[in-house]
Antibody
């Protein structure tokens, strides 16, 4: 069965960097586009970034462009998100999500359980 | 950016009720709209994609309709498991970004 397991979250000081990981299993990871979505405590969902199945294309939300970098290692079945210059408003649960196709199509058929990032001094 | 506006933000209903949630886009998104259900502490679950296509395994009491800028999610007969928060999401264009609506919490009346 499809499994996505995020890791790398925790309490981080403002201005520091963090790399989140998402380990995928149960499907051919290299055949699917992948996304990161976050949810601040008690708030709604915010799409952050997408990466094509082969890493050839990446798109970001305007709110994180320049600070966040999505990447993947298909040999390790792992998706990453590098977050630099962390701010208090980056505090959220970060989800990785599988796109419905390699294209990718732009909606998410499987989600991980999320990893909480708390930015605080 | 394309803005997505959901209404209502909260809805109180009883088991067996027919429930309708509306999602409006700030510009036309054709039928590039998905609906998700999220329960507290859990990841969202895909219900509907391309405005009206039911995801595999999702009960048929869920349905979606609409195109252009106005969309609806309907639950034909609300079940106890359906009390949750529902989000719409547009996927019209990566260059404009993907965006979610603000969510609709369906509560027990």
């Amino acid at each position: 069965q499809v499994q996505l397991v995020e890791s790398g979250g925790g309490v981080v000081q403002p201005g520091r960097s963090l790399r989140l990981s998402c380990a995928a299993s149960g499907f051919t990871f290299s055949s699917y586009g992948m996304h990161w979505v976050r949810q601040a405590p008690g708030k709604g969902l915010e799409w952050l970034a997408v990466i094509w199945y082969d890493g050839s294309n990446k798109y970001y939300a305007d709110s994180v462009k320049g600070r966040f970098t999505i990447s993947r290692d298909n040999s390790k079945n792992t998706l990453y998100m590098q977050i630099n210059s962390l701010r208090a408003e980056d505090t959220a649960v970060y989800y990785c999500a599988r796109d419905a196709a390699m294209g990718p199509r732009g909606f998410f058929d499987y989600w991980g359980q999320g990893t909480l990032v708390t930015v605080s001094s | 950016d394309i803005q997505m506006t959901q209404s209502p933000s909260t809805l109180s209903a009883s088991v067996g009720d027919r429930v309708t949630i509306t999602c409006r886009a700030s510009q036309s998104i054709s039928s590039w709209l998905a609906w998700y259900q999220q329960k507290p502490g859990k990841a969202p679950k895909l219900l509907i994609y391309q405005a009206s296509s039911l995801e595999s395994g999702v009960p048929s009491r869920f349905s979606g309709s609409g195109s252009g800028t106005e969309f609806t999610l309907t639950i034909s007969s609300l079940q106890p498991d359906d009390f949750a928060t529902y989000y719409c999401q547009q996927y019209n264009s990566y260059s404009l970004g993907l965006t979610f609506g603000g969510g609709t919490k369906v509560e027990i009346k």
